[in-house]
T-cell receptor
Framework: AQKVTQAQTEISVVEKEDVTLDCVYE???????LFWYKQPPSGELVFLIR??????QNEISGRYSWNFQKSTSSFNFTITASQVVDSAVYFC??????????????FGTGTQLKVEL | DAGITQSPRHKVTETGTPVTLRCHQT?????MYWYRQDPGHGLRLIHY???????DKGEVSDGYSVSRSKTEDFLLTLESATSSQTSVYFC???????????FGPGTRLTVT
């Protein structure tokens, strides 16, 4: 069975601070995808990034960066110089095998990030 | 914008009544999904579809049924709603490029 753990329920930071959201996963699949989604107060779910199990390169997109480490089964998300608009719930998710299985997503319970002035 | 709409967006119903939620997509995606979101649980898969009339169960399928008679519509039915089914329901499609999923705006269902 697949499992995603986001141990941080809620994080509060002051604007311009850097913040890292942790994600640890469990799977028996040798090939899989990992994802991050953002859910702002308005409620929609916004796709941020996809990473496949073959690619351990870190990725940077503007103020966002992701650190994928298969050795520790972690896929952490860092926001640099946080802004109030980053306040949201962030979900980490894991999909089942590439072929067959329906590509179902298993989500973590989410981390509520609050960025204050 | 993945062209996904959900209806209704809000619904209040009484225990024991049937309820159908609709997900509509405009881009001919093969895979469609229904999730529910509850505090402390994140999102959990209810059912999914991999084509017209092809559906399968997810993690929390008890009390729910689905139908997909045409590519663009995926219906979720609560045969006899219970208070434990009070939740926010999200529909999703699988993106064409990779395994990411794109979500509809959600339906907030309250069962009294």
């Amino acid at each position: 069975a697949q499992k995603v753990t986001q141990a941080q329920t809620e994080i509060s930071v002051v604007e311009k601070e850097d913040v890292t959201l942790d994600c640890v996963y469990e799977t028996r699949d040798t090939t899989y995808y990992l994802f991050w989604y953002k859910q702002p107060p308005s409620g929609e779910l916004v796709f941020l990034i996809r990473r496949n199990s073959f690619d351990e390169q870190n990725e940077i997109s503007g103020r966002y960066s992701w650190n994928f480490q298969k050795s520790t089964s972690s896929f952490n998300f860092t926001i640099t110089a946080s802004q109030v608009v980053d306040s949201a719930v962030y979900f980490c998710a894991l999909s089942d095998s590439f072929t067959g299985g329906g590509n179902k997503l298993t989500f973590g319970t989410g981390t509520q990030l609050k960025v204050e002035l | 914008d993945a062209g996904i709409t959900q209806s209704p967006r809000h619904k209040v119903t009484e225990t024991g009544t049937p309820v159908t939620l609709r997900c509509h997509q405009t881009e001919n995606h093969r895979y469609m999904y229904w999730y529910r979101q509850d505090p402390g649980h994140g999102l959990r898969l209810i059912h999914y579809s991999y084509g017209v009339k092809d559906t399968d169960k997810g993690e929390v399928s008890d009390g729910y049924s689905v139908s997909r008679s045409k590519t663009e519509d995926f219906l979720l039915t609560l045969e006899s709603a219970t208070s434990s089914q009070t939740s926010v329901y999200f529909c999703a499609i699988k993106g064409q490029g990779g395994n990411e999923q794109y979500f509809g705006p959600g339906t907030r269902l309250t069962v009294t």
